[in-house]
């Protein structure tokens, strides 16, 4: 007998779609019948329409050897056999995200950010699988899978979707800051741990076993939670900060590594306040509060005495180049029973050294109230201490790397102990150690002094916004031309002249990095200036921003190192501000200060390294 047949048909299109004219720098989201689809479902191939672009390979395959057009001028895509069935068997509406710079050739102060930063930081720093480009995924214990570090509708993680997104839409960056963070547990240095946390302690991903300082999952401690939720993410295992290193570098971009210090004390504890005396400390407090047990200036304070030595020595510790060992990309340690700060950047200067070299090393950020404690004779301890892991860096990085200390924008120029009218230039022997090549700056400072209505000083501007009356306060306005003595003086925009007894202005002005790098540095102690300069040679090392922004929030300019965060001591606005959101505001920072270092006359070359 016969039996019925059945057939299927599926059916298939080759096609090209214009999508504006050219030259664009990348597409981004894909939607068919406004639903979004993963570029991995397409093989799709992206004409940029620059004036050269050659005919498309599948078109030209089907029309002829020199028979289909470039479509020179046009971006357009072709998507190779696409499979309609999922449509209903026809073409679906297709929507595309195209990114677009303005054109370059505007000039530094008119050009889109796109043109404009050479440089970015990849944070928040934490996650434990956030830099790891193989997929992950952590079992549930239900039979279910959980990406850890596939967010994204494209197909691959999310690391790589963030540097593709990067490529398209910020051609002219060549440089990645690789941030990762170990924690804290102390502002009172003596008594800090550091060390890397995680996150949980339930399963790892078979693939990938969190592994960072020398041990894994069970042995590390946990990141601070509120609820069942926690405050940071983990500390990035050690193979996923290879593979972002790995995958940072493929794409052209030079990696500076830099290590990150978070801090965890939550509201509440125990520990008391160096600073205050109080029973308690803030919450997860910036780590350039870290200090003595008791702060310069407090009661009982070991600031200028051998105690102090010995708290410094402590936080940095004892461990040694030689007390890691490496198997392939995996570190083992073997030294001091310690969670110190050389064991933070020594285990990663090892891990850059596997990777496959990186090309800067940060030795450490923004530990301004570390770097002001004086020893006995009034030495400078940490100042030291970091000398010595630079050290101890370039021999296990060596000579080709760049190594560098990311200095406070309110650190790197010297340190006026409170109650004095001394300048001293404490961190001048780490700028001028031979192992040092770059001097960092988080660079925070004020571009804008603005207020509400038109009776306030700047009104004249018209605008916060003003590219010109922001990059004015670059070299001028507050920290360069004049302070504030006070709050009241603040409120009422009274504003002091700074001026030098010896003619040498720069010596106070915190913003007037061009003065601060061009010329000798002679102290200020006693009301005398010291008639020998320290060990600065004057333009003898380049400046980097190693940081730098502003919050999006109206008058953020004000303050650019404020941030709202609510479960931080550290939060709060800018002054004069209202809190509201301001994108505006920081795009016209970044276009301020990027754009007004691009101009070589604001950016001169050495004229001792070239």
């Given at each position: 007998?016969?039996?019925?047949?059945?057939?299927?048909?599926?059916?298939?299109?080759?096609?090209?779609?214009?999508?504006?004219e050219?030259?664009?720098?990348?597409?981004g989201?894909?939607w068919?019948?406004g639903?979004?689809?993963s570029r991995?479902?397409?093989?799709?191939?992206?004409?940029?329409?620059?004036a050269?672009?050659?005919?498309?390979?599948t078109i030209?395959?089907i029309?002829?050897?020199?028979?289909?057009?470039?479509y020179?001028?046009?971006?357009?895509?072709?998507?190779d056999?696409?499979?309609?069935?999922?449509?209903?068997?026809?073409?679906?509406?297709?929507?595309?995200?195209?990114?677009r710079?303005?054109?370059?050739?505007?000039?530094?102060?008119?050009?889109?950010l796109?043109?404009?930063?050479?440089?970015?930081?990849l944070?928040?720093?934490?996650?434990?699988?956030?830099?790891?480009?193989?997929?992950?995924?952590?079992?549930?214990g239900?039979?279910?899978?959980?990406?850890?570090?596939?967010?994204?509708?494209?197909?691959?993680?999310?690391?790589?979707?963030?540097?593709?997104?990067?490529?398209?839409?910020?051609?002219?960056?060549?440089?990645?800051?690789?941030?990762?963070s170990?924690?804290?547990?102390?502002?009172?240095?003596?008594?800090?741990?550091?060390?890397?946390?995680?996150?949980?302690?339930?399963?790892?991903?078979?693939?990938?076993?969190w592994?960072?300082?020398?041990?894994?999952?069970?042995?590390a401690?946990q990141v601070p939670?509120?609820g069942?939720?926690?405050?940071?993410?983990?500390?990035?295992?050690d193979?996923?900060v290879?593979?972002?290193?790995?995958?940072?570098?493929?794409?052209?971009?030079?990696?500076?590594?830099y290590?990150?210090?978070?801090?965890?004390?939550?509201?509440?504890?125990?520990?008391?306040d160096?600073?205050?005396?109080a029973?308690?400390?803030?919450?997860l407090?910036?780590?350039?509060?870290?200090?003595?047990?008791?702060?310069?200036?407090?009661?009982?304070?070991?600031?200028?005495?051998?105690g102090?030595?010995?708290?410094?020595?402590?936080?940095?510790?004892?461990?040694?180049?030689?007390?890691?060992?490496?198997?392939?990309?995996?570190?083992s340690?073997?030294?001091?029973n310690?969670?110190?700060?050389?064991r933070?950047?020594l285990h990663?200067?090892?891990?850059?050294?596997?990777?496959?070299?990186?090309?800067?090393f940060?030795?450490g950020?923004?530990?301004?109230?570390l770097?002001?404690?004086?020893g006995?004779?009034g030495?400078?301890?940490?100042?030291?201490?970091?000398?010595?892991?630079a050290?101890?860096?370039?021999?296990?990085?060596?000579?080709?790397?760049?190594?560098?200390y990311?200095?406070?924008?309110?650190?790197?120029?010297?340190?006026?102990?409170?109650?004095?009218?001394?300048?001293?230039?404490?961190?001048?022997?780490?700028?001028?150690?031979?192992n040092?090549?770059?001097?960092g700056?988080?660079?925070?400072?004020?571009?804008?002094?603005?207020?509400?209505?038109?009776?306030?000083?700047?009104a004249e501007w018209?605008?916060?916004?003003?590219?010109?009356?922001?990059?004015?306060?670059i070299e001028?306005?507050?920290?360069?031309?004049?302070?504030?003595?006070?709050?009241?003086?603040?409120?009422?925009?009274?504003?002091?002249?700074?001026?030098?007894?010896?003619?040498?202005d720069?010596?106070?002005?915190?913003?007037?990095?061009?003065?601060?790098?061009?010329?000798?540095?002679?102290?200020?102690?006693?009301?005398?200036?010291?008639?020998?300069?320290?060990?600065?040679?004057?333009?003898?090392?380049?400046?980097?921003?190693?940081?730098?922004g502003?919050?999006?929030?109206?008058?953020?300019?004000n303050?650019?190192?404020?941030?709202?965060?609510?479960?931080?001591?550290?939060?709060?606005?800018?002054?004069?501000?209202?809190?509201?959101?301001?994108?505006?505001?920081?795009?016209?920072?970044?276009?301020?200060?990027?754009?007004?270092?691009?101009?070589?006359?604001?950016n001169?070359?050495?004229e001792?390294t070239g």
């Amino acid at each position: 007998s016969l039996k019925p047949a059945t057939v299927s048909y599926s059916y298939s299109v080759s096609l090209a779609i214009a999508l504006c004219e050219g030259e664009v720098s990348g597409i981004g989201r894909i939607w068919a019948d406004g639903a979004e689809i993963s570029r991995s479902d397409l093989s799709i191939t992206l004409h940029r329409g620059t004036a050269d672009q050659l005919p498309d390979p599948t078109i030209e395959a089907i029309e002829g050897l020199g028979e289909a057009p470039a479509y020179r001028g046009v971006a357009y895509v072709v998507i190779d056999n696409l499979d309609l069935g999922r449509f209903g068997n026809r073409v679906p509406q297709f929507n595309f995200e195209v990114f677009r710079p303005a054109p370059a050739d505007l000039g530094p102060n008119n050009s889109d950010l796109a043109h404009l930063v050479r440089g970015v930081a990849l944070v928040p720093g934490t996650g434990e699988y956030a830099l790891a480009t193989t997929p992950l995924y952590r079992d549930d214990g239900f039979g279910r899978n959980i990406p850890l570090n596939l967010h994204t509708n494209a197909a691959a993680s999310d690391l790589d979707a963030s540097l593709d997104a990067l490529s398209a839409q910020v051609p002219g960056c060549g440089s990645v800051s690789l941030v990762v963070s170990w924690f804290g547990d102390d502002l009172r240095c003596g008594d800090c741990r550091v060390e890397p946390l995680v996150e949980h302690h339930g399963a790892d991903p078979e693939a990938m076993p969190w592994r960072s300082g020398g041990i894994g999952r069970a042995a590390a401690g946990q990141v601070p939670m509120d609820g069942n939720r926690p405050v940071y993410g983990g500390t990035p295992a050690d193979q996923s900060v290879v593979e972002g290193i790995r995958a940072i570098a493929a794409r052209g971009q030079e990696v500076m590594f830099y290590p990150f210090l978070m801090m965890t004390q939550q509201q509440g504890n125990s520990l008391p306040d160096p600073w205050t005396g109080a029973g308690s400390q803030p919450a997860l407090p910036w780590r350039g509060r870290i200090t003595t047990s008791a702060a310069p200036g407090q009661a009982g304070s070991p600031d200028q005495t051998s105690g102090a030595e010995t708290e410094v020595a402590a936080f940095f510790g004892t461990a040694a180049p030689s007390d890691f060992a490496l198997s392939g990309t995996t570190i083992s340690y073997s030294g001091p029973n310690e969670w110190s700060y050389r064991r933070f950047i020594l285990h990663y200067a090892h891990l850059c050294a596997a990777a496959g070299g990186v090309g800067a090393f940060c030795i450490g950020s923004e530990l301004r109230s570390l770097t002001q404690i004086r020893g006995a004779g009034g030495s400078f301890p940490a100042v030291a201490a970091l000398r010595a892991l630079a050290a101890d860096v370039r021999a296990i990085l060596g000579p080709g790397v760049k190594i560098g200390y990311a200095a406070d924008w309110s650190e790197y120029h010297g340190y006026q102990p409170v109650g004095t009218g001394d300048k001293l230039f404490h961190l001048d022997p780490l700028w001028a150690d031979p192992n040092i090549d770059f001097i960092g700056i988080d660079h925070y400072m004020p571009l804008a002094d603005w207020r509400e209505g038109e009776a306030h000083a700047d009104a004249e501007w018209g605008a916060v916004y003003d590219i010109g009356y922001l990059q004015s306060n670059i070299e001028g306005g507050e920290g360069y031309d004049w302070y504030y003595a006070g709050p009241a003086a603040r409120k009422a925009q009274l504003r002091t002249p700074i001026s030098d007894y010896w003619g040498e202005d720069w010596v106070w002005r915190y913003k007037d990095i061009r003065g601060w790098w061009s010329n000798p540095h002679h102290e200020r102690i006693g009301g005398s200036r010291s008639e020998t300069p320290t060990a600065w040679v004057p333009q003898s090392k380049p400046i980097w921003l190693t940081e730098l922004g502003c919050a999006a929030v109206d008058k953020g300019a004000n303050e650019p190192n404020k941030f709202v965060d609510a479960k931080s001591s550290e939060s709060g606005l800018p002054y004069a501000s209202k809190g509201l959101r301001d994108d505006l505001m920081q795009h016209s920072y970044l276009r301020a200060l990027l754009g007004y270092y691009l101009e070589l006359a604001n950016n001169p070359i050495s004229e001792v390294t070239g």
